[in-house]
Every structure is written in C-alpha cells, then in structure tokens.
C-alpha cells in the first residue's frame, strides 16, 4: 500500500507570510495528488488536483507543484481565512490514503 | 447542483452493527465513484472504502476489511456502508465522498458522527 509523508505536522505563520507544506508519497505516484483544506467541524474542501491543477473558485494565492513522490502546497500569502488543516492525498492506487496533516495556525 | 447527505449515525455498543446512509442528487449516481471516509475525533482523515462506478468492483481499508461491506442502490440513488462488529476505534465522523478512479474527492457530505461505548 503507498504512504503518505506530510510535514510539518503543525507550524505557525503570521498574515502575509508564504507557507509551504510537503508531501511525500512511498512510491512514485505519477501526478495523481490532491490537497484538501478542513475547517474545525467541516468537512475537507478540495484545493488542488493533479499535484497543480487549482479547484474552481479556489484564490489564486494556492499553488501546488511535484511529481513521482515529492509534492508540495504553497500559500502565496497567508491570509486570515487560510488558517485550518491541510492534507494531501493519492488517487493512483486503491487504498487511497491521506497524508496525517498540516495544521496552519496563527503566530 | 451535487448534494450528498448522510445518515445513520449514532451510539452503538461494541461488537455490534450499524449501516449509514448517503442520499445522493444533482448528478449521475451510477456513472460515478463513491467512497466512505472518516476522521476520529481530534484525528486526521482515514480512507475507508470504495465502490466503483460499475458497482461490481470494490476495495477497503486493512482497518475495516472483512467488518465493512459498502453497497449502493442506484434506483434510490444512495451510499451504504454496512458497519459490523464495531470497536472503539471505529469512533468517528464518516462522510462519503464521489470520485473517479484517478480522480479527487470533489464532493463531500455534511458526515455523521458513529460513537462506538459500551
């Protein structure tokens, strides 16, 4: 079955700040990563497809980038609705899985 | 627009059963893949299952393999997902989700919260 690495587990950064997270896979699993962002009491809200592709209606200042096994998530510039868990995730090969999170918090 | 809405959850003692529900709408409930995935409480997210938009082939997490079984009626347009011999560590918020082979989660339920106490 693939694992997936994410890190940092946490990490804090102020408003305006570029955050990056990253996602490693066990083995290579071409493009097929997405990135969710969840909000206490929510369910996940699909950001990024395909390692880069952006989600419609999702701000610009999300960006995702990686391929084969190193994946990563970039906040442009951090912005005070951003702060919430992330996750990544392979849809290569049944079973799915989910990185264990990246939760953003504020500085 | 696509709605999926679940249902079923509640208190349950261990070892026995429980089924959840997910009504789906606004889109092809045959033509797609569904999923069921949970979150204990203060945890992250845990793939649960899978049944392909043919309804033949499925596939389950090790966690759940031989206790789960998901099923879905397509004339009712809804998800199941057949809980049995249930533990503790099965607590948790369960949503469904639509997907395709290859393709993301776009679509989540609301979830249902399955409490599993003695």
């Known amino acids: 079955d693939i694992q997936m690495t994410q890190s940092p587990s946490s990490l804090s950064a102020s408003v305006g700040d570029r955050v990056t997270i990253t996602c490693r896979a066990s083995?290579?699993?071409?493009?097929?990563l997405n990135w969710y962002q969840q909000k206490p009491g929510k369910a996940p809200k699909l950001l990024i497809f395909a390692a880069s592709s952006l989600q419609g209606g999702v701000p610009s200042r999300f960006s995702g980038s990686g391929s084969g096994t190193h994946f990563t998530l970039t906040i442009g510039s951090l912005q005070p609705e951003d702060f919430a868990t992330y996750y990544c995730q392979q849809s290569y090969d049944s079973p799915w899985a989910f990185g264990k999170g990246t939760k953003v918090e504020i500085k | 627009q696509v709605q999926l809405v679940e249902s079923g959850g509640g208190v349950v003692q261990p070892g026995r059963s429980l089924r959840l529900s997910c009504a789906a709408s606004?889109?092809?409930?045959?033509?797609?893949?569904m999923h069921w995935v949970r979150q204990a409480p203060g945890k992250g997210l845990e793939w649960v299952a899978v049944?392909?938009?043919?309804?033949?082939?499925?596939d389950y997490a090790d966690s759940v393999k031989g206790r789960f079984t998901i099923s879905r009626d397509t004339s009712k347009n809804t998800l199941f997902l057949q809980m049995n011999s249930l533990r503790a560590e099965d607590t948790a918020v369960y949503y469904c989700?639509?997907?395709?082979?290859?393709?993301?989660?776009?679509?989540w339920g609301q979830g249902t919260l399955v409490t599993v106490s003695s």
């Open positions: 989700a639509r997907a395709d082979r290859g393709s993301p989660l776009e679509y």
């Open positions: 083995e290579s699993i071409s493009n097929y």
């Open positions: 049944i392909w938009y043919e309804g033949v082939v499925k």
């Open positions: 606004g889109f092809s409930f045959s033509s797609y893949g």
